[in-house]
C-alpha cells in the first residue's frame, strides 16, 4: 500500500508539473526570441536614423563599429545600392519587400533578421540586422533548467510527504494484521497498537474489542466446563461411597463395574467439553514426533507380549491441527485396541505419511482378526472395551479437519487411518 | 488410627466419606465449611484433613493458604477438576496430595495411608518400605535396588510404592488404577501394564524371567522378594 500511494503522488506530481514546466519553457524561448528581436529592432532603427545623414563611407565606418560592439550583425543597402556592413542572411525577396517599405522580422538560416527601410533624399535604403540562433534562445536554458530544477525538488518533497504519510497509515494496519494473525494463532493476549489516521484507530481498537470478547466468550465456557465437571462429578462421589456401603459382595463388584463405566463415559464428555475450550484457540503439533515418541512408550509393553511393533514415519514435519496431548491421547488408544484385540505374538505396524492436500496419514495396521463387523458405527464395542478408545480417536481425526477410515487388509487384520488437517 | 478432619459442603458425600472412613479404621469430625473447617484444624488438631476445593464460603485454596500460615497438618484436596492448573494450584498452596472426583474410598484411604507414612504419622514412622533388596523410601520419592538408585517416573514410583506397602498380595489392576491415576479400571485400558513393563525394565528383569514382579494371570500382580 505505502509503495502504491507513492507511485500515485509521484504519478500525480508529474503529471501538474508537466502541465506547468512545458507552457512555461515555451513562454521562455518566446520571450527571449522577442527580447532580442526588440533589441536587434532598435538597433537597426538607430542605424537607420544615421543613414539618411551620413555618407556612406562614414556609414559604412559607423556599422562597422556597431558589428564590432554587439553580437548581431547589421548592414545596411543604399539607395544607391551600394551595401555596407554585414551580408544580408535573407532572401531577396525579404529584401524587395523592406525595399517597399515595409517593416518586419524574417527567419533566416542560423536566425533572424530585421528589415528597418528608411527613406534618404537619394531613395530608400534598407536597414538589416541579423540575430544569431544563440542570441535568440539566450537565458532559456538557464530558465528551464531552474524551472525543471525547482519542479524536481517540489516532486521529492512531495514523495517524501506521501511516504510518510503513508507509513504512518501502513504500520498501525501492518500492527493490526499481526494482531489479528498472532490472535488466530491462540495468542489471546495479543492487542493492536491504537494509532494512524482516525479510521485506522477505529478500527484497532474494534479488533481489541474483539479480542476481549473472545476471551470472555472463552473464559465463560472454561468455567461452563469447569462447572459441569463438578455438577457430574459430586454426584457421582456420592454413589461411589455409598456403593462402598453395600455389604453384598458380588452387588457391590457389579455396582463398581457400572459406575467405572459411567465415570469412563463423564470423563470422556469433559474431556471433550474441555477440548472444545482449548481448540477455540489454534493448536498445532508434529504427527511424526507425538507417534515417535508414544510408540517408544507403549514399546516395552509390546516387546513384554512378544508382539512386533514397526514405526515407520515418512521423512519431514507433519504438522497437524491438533494439541499434542489429544493426538497422543488417540495414538494410546489405537495402540491399546491393538493390544486389546488380537491375540498375543501378532504384529502391529504403526506408519506416518503425508497426503494430500497438506494432510497427514497416521495408520495402525496389525494382522489380527480384523474389525468386527457394525464396530465401524460407533468405533469398536467388544469384549474388553467399551468402544469409547474409538470414539475419541475419531473425534480427534474430526477436530482436525480429517476423518477416521477403518479397512480390513487383504491379508486379514484390522487397518485404522487417521486422515489428520494440517493447521490452518 | 488416625483422626481426620473432613472439610466437605455437599451432605451426601459428607455422610458417605464419614461411613467409608470409619469403617476403615479412622477417626473422622467434619467441617461444612472452609471458615468451620480452619477453626476444627486449630482447635482440635487433627492428624490429616480431607478439603474439598469447592467450598460455599471461601476457595478451597483460599483456606489452604490460611491453613499453613497456622498448621503443618497435612492436607489432602478433593476436587471435581482434574485440570492440571487446578491440582499444581493446590499443591502449590501446601497440599500434600490431591484426589479428583469421583474417587473410590479404598483410594481415597490409600492416600490418606500414603501421606501420613510420608509425614511419619503412619504405624511405623519411618516412611522407608524395603523387599528384598528393594528398598523404597516413601518420605523422599526414591527407591533403590541392592544399593543402586533406580530413576523412575513419577507414576512408576507410586506404582512401585502402592505394590511395595503390600510385599508379596496381589494387587488387582483395577485397585492400581484408582490409586495410583485416581481412574476408573476398563478392560481396554492398558494403562497399567504399560507403566509395569517400564518398571520390570527398570529393575532389570522381564516379563518371562520376574525377580520382584509376579503377574498373576487374571487377578494382578505382586511384588515379592526373589527367593
Request: proline share 5%; charged share 25%.
Amino acid at each position: 500500500m505505502r509503495r502504491q500511494v507513492v507511485v500515485l503522488v509521484t504519478a500525480t506530481t508529474l503529471l501538474v508539473l508537466l502541465a506547468f514546466l512545458v507552457p512555461l519553457a515555451v513562454l521562455l524561448r518566446t520571450l527571449a526570441s522577442d527580447r532580442a528581436v526588440a533589441e536587434a529592432t532598435r538597433e537597426a532603427q538607430s542605424v537607420a536614423a544615421l543613414v539618411a545623414v551620413t555618407e556612406p563611407d562614414q556609414l559604412a565606418a559607423a556599422v562597422t563599429v556597431v558589428n564590432q560592439r554587439g553580437p548581431r550583425r547589421v548592414g545596411v543597402v543604399l539607395a544607391s545600392g551600394r551595401q555596407v556592413g554585414a551580408d544580408d542572411e535573407g532572401t531577396p525577396a525579404a529584401l524587395q519587400l523592406a525595399q517597399e517599405g515595409r517593416s518586419f522580422s524574417a527567419s533566416v538560416p542560423h536566425g533572424r533578421q530585421v528589415y528597418v527601410p528608411v527613406d534618404t533624399a537619394s531613395g530608400r535604403a534598407v536597414v538589416w540586422s541579423f540575430v544569431p540562433d544563440a542570441l535568440l534562445r539566450k537565458g532559456v536554458t538557464a530558465g528551464t533548467t531552474v524551472a525543471v530544477g525547482l519542479g524536481l525538488g517540489l516532486l521529492v518533497i512531495t514523495v517524501a510527504l506521501a511516504d510518510r504519510l503513508a507509513r504512518g497509515t501502513v504500520r498501525p494496519v501492518r500492527g493490526m494484521a499481526t494482531t489479528a494473525l498472532a490472535l488466530g494463532q491462540g495468542e489471546l493476549s495479543a492487542r493492536a497498537p491504537v494509532e494512524g489516521p482516525k479510521e485506522v484507530r477505529e478500527v484497532a481498537h474494534a479488533l481489541n474489542l474483539l479480542a476481549e470478547r473472545i476471551r470472555e466468550l472463552l473464559d465463560a465456557e472454561r468455567e461452563v466446563v469447569a462447572d459441569l465437571s463438578h455438577r457430574l462429578r459430586t454426584p457421582l462421589t456420592a454413589l461411589r461411597l455409598d456403593v462402598d456401603a453395600v455389604r453384598d459382595h458380588e452387588l457391590r463388584q457389579r455396582l463398581d463395574e457400572d459406575l467405572d463405566e459411567v465415570q469412563r463415559h463423564v470423563d470422556g464428555l469433559i474431556h471433550e467439553a474441555r477440548r472444545q475450550v482449548r481448540t477455540g484457540v489454534q493448536v498445532t503439533c508434529d504427527a511424526g514426533e507425538v507417534v515417535r515418541d508414544r510408540t517408544a512408550f507403549w514399546g516395552v509393553l509390546f516387546e513384554d507380549q512378544e508382539r512386533p511393533l514397526a514405526v515407520d514415519v515418512a521423512p519431514g514435519p507433519h504438522p497437524v491441527r491438533l494439541a499434542a496431548e489429544d493426538l497422543a491421547a488417540a495414538v494410546d488408544a489405537l495402540l491399546q485396541n491393538a493390544l486389546v484385540h488380537t491375540p498375543g505374538g501378532t504384529a502391529v505396524a504403526v506408519r506416518v505419511l503425508q497426503g494430500a492436500d497438506g494432510r497427514s496419514l497416521l495408520t495402525v495396521a496389525d494382522e489380527g482378526p480384523g474389525i468386527p463387523p457394525g464396530a465401524t458405527a460407533r468405533g469398536l464395542s467388544t469384549a474388553g472395551s467399551t468402544g469409547l478408545g474409538l470414539d475419541i480417536v475419531r473425534r480427534t481425526a474430526e477436530a482436525s479437519g480429517g476423518r477416521l477410515l477403518l479397512a480390513e487388509r487383504p491379508g486379514g487384520g484390522a487397518e485404522v487411518t487417521l486422515e489428520l488437517g494440517p493447521p490452518r | 488410627m488416625a483422626q481426620l478432619l473432613l472439610v466437605e459442603d455437599d451432605p451426601a458425600i459428607r455422610s458417605a466419606l464419614v461411613r467409608a472412613l470409619s469403617d476403615r479404621g479412622h477417626g473422622v469430625r467434619t467441617a461444612t465449611t472452609g471458615m468451620e473447617g480452619l477453626q476444627e484444624a486449630v482447635q482440635h488438631r487433627p492428624d490429616l484433613v480431607v478439603l474439598d476445593l469447592g467450598l460455599p464460603d471461601v476457595d478451597g485454596t483460599t483456606v489452604l493458604t490460611m491453613l499453613r500460615a497456622v498448621s503443618d497438618v497435612p492436607v489432602i484436596v478433593a476436587t471435581a477438576q482434574d485440570d492440571e492448573r487446578v491440582t499444581v494450584k493446590a499443591l502449590d498452596a501446601g497440599a500434600d496430595d490431591y484426589v479428583v472426583k469421583p474417587f473410590a474410598p479404598e483410594h481415597l484411604d490409600a492416600r490418606i495411608r500414603a501421606v501420613l507414612r510420608r509425614s511419619g504419622a503412619g504405624e511405623d514412622g519411618s516412611g522407608v518400605l524395603a523387599v528384598g533388596g528393594l528398598v523404597v523410601d516413601v518420605r523422599a520419592h526414591e527407591a533403590s535396588l541392592d544399593g543402586r538408585r533406580l530413576d523412575l517416573a513419577r507414576k512408576e514410583f507410586e506404582l512401585l510404592a502402592h505394590l511395595a506397602a503390600r510385599p508379596g498380595q496381589v494387587v488387582s489392576k483395577r485397585e492400581l488404577m484408582a490409586a495410583v491415576w485416581g481412574l476408573p479400571y476398563g478392560g481396554g485400558d492398558k494403562t497399567v501394564d504399560v507403566h509395569l513393563s517400564w518398571l520390570r525394565r527398570k529393575l532389570g528383569e522381564s516379563a518371562s524371567d520376574p525377580r520382584y514382579l509376579h503377574a498373576v494371570r487374571g487377578v494382578g500382580v505382586k511384588l515379592q522378594a526373589p527367593a
